[in-house]
């Protein structure tokens, strides 16, 4: 079976290089050219002829398919569905905002979390995506959009610290100086509270933006609306959360979909205000985006603003959340696993 050199970092590439016989600085070509979008030895021109045919026989370049290109009529955001080699599909966005371009990647295709509003829960998990399949959706958009890419969200389809260590290589991979050299502090990974992954993550990466998905000031709310708190319960995962700024010096984002009658009134607000009140974080307001296949809605921008103002004077930092690409199904919570045809 041919090796997959995208999903290797630096180091793994410079043993392969020299497992064959090469000089280990022919690493560092290989690496870099991954990262301009090349996805044929042969392309890669400052390599002898030798090299690029032996690299052909033993490795293969990892490439997603383009299967369509959505681009929303009212912010220019343009949703990916991209297409694997085992015939599933997952789904990219492309955001522009005043601060940059940002990438919102899939870490899986299809979820196993199963919260009840989400539309990337339909269907569970299909599987975990390699770091070459979570790298090729930033190389194939920058390739694509002929942009740079300022900005990385993990917050498409998929449970990103359910397939941890993927996720440790794709940021090891992007961060790396010879290839997209992103700094750690513009990527940001959305988790529904996987506790002992969030403990880990804040040792391995703690410069690393995390976001926690929380949608509820009470474990009766949220272990209705998300399986996952039924295993780790909202005073652990907050307690957790406090630690992780403590060790990180870093702001947490919760994130807070909006569902009317279930989670949006002024009583929930003033609870949210109170358990938040000692953690160094932000609150991120999402009016709930709509998810065909699901009965929830939203309340709109007006009961958004009057929960935002309630954890506002209540001393809690929060916004709400500017809605991109709703228009094709690209916003949060609307990305679903689409199999090919
Ligand atoms: N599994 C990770 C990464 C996904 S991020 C996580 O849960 O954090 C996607 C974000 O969109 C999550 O905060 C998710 O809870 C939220 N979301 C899901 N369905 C939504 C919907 N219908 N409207 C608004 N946000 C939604």
């Known amino acids: 079976m041919k090796e997959d050199i995208k999903s290797m970092s630096l180091e793994e590439l410079e043993i392969f290089i020299e497992s064959i016989g090469e000089k280990k ?7 870099s050219w991954l990262y301009k979008g090349i ?3 042969n ?7 030798e090299l690029r045919n032996k690299l052909d026989q033993i490795a293969y370049i990892e490439r997603l398919d383009i299967l369509k290109i959505q681009e929303s009529k009212k912010d220019r955001t343009r949703k990916y569905l991209f297409g694997l080699r085992d015939g599933s599909a997952i789904e990219s966005v492309f955001m522009k905002y005043r601060h940059g371009n940002t990438v919102c990647i899939s870490s899986q295709a ?4 199963g919260c009840d509003f989400c539309a990337s829960a339909i269907g569970g998990l299909t599987k975990n995506l390699s770091p070459s399949e979570m790298v090729d959706q930033v190389i194939a958009i920058e390739k694509d959009t002929g942009e740079k890419v300022n900005n990385i969200v993990v917050m498409g389809t998929g449970e990103p610290f359910d397939n941890y260590d993927n996720l440790c290589k794709f940021i090891v991979l992007i961060h790396t100086q010879e290839g997209m050299n992103m700094s750690l502090r513009n990527i940001t990974v959305s988790t529904c509270g996987l506790i002992p992954k969030i403990k880990e993550f804040g040792t391995d990466f703690p410069q690393v933006n995390l976001a926690i998905s ?24 907050l307690r957790v959360c ?3 700024t403590m060790v990180t010096g870093r702001r947490i984002t919760f994130e807070y979909a909006l569902i009317e009658g279930v989670n949006d009134s002024s009583e929930n607000a003033k609870e949210l205000a109170d358990k938040l009140s000692n953690i160094l974080c932000h609150v991120n307001i999402i009016p709930l985006n ?6 929830y809605r939203g309340g709109g921008r007006r009961s958004a603003q009057i929960f935002c103002n309630i954890l506002t004077q209540n001393g809690i930092n929060a916004t709400i959340r500017r809605e991109l690409g709703s228009d094709i199904d690209a916003a949060c919570g609307q990305l679903r696993l689409k199999q090919k045809n």
């Open 214 to 237: 929380l949608h509820a000031p009470n474990d009766a709310i949220r272990s209705k609306l998300m399986p996952i708190n039924r295993k780790y319960p909202m005073d652990e995962l």
């Open 25 to 31: 600085y022919r690493a560092k070509q290989v690496f």
């Open 290 to 295: 709509l998810v065909s296949e699901r009965d």
């Open 39 to 41: 996805y044929n030895f």
């Open 43 to 49: 392309d890669m021109s400052d390599l002898s002829k």
């Open 242 to 244: 406090h630690e992780h």
């Open 110 to 113: 299809g979820c196993r979390m």
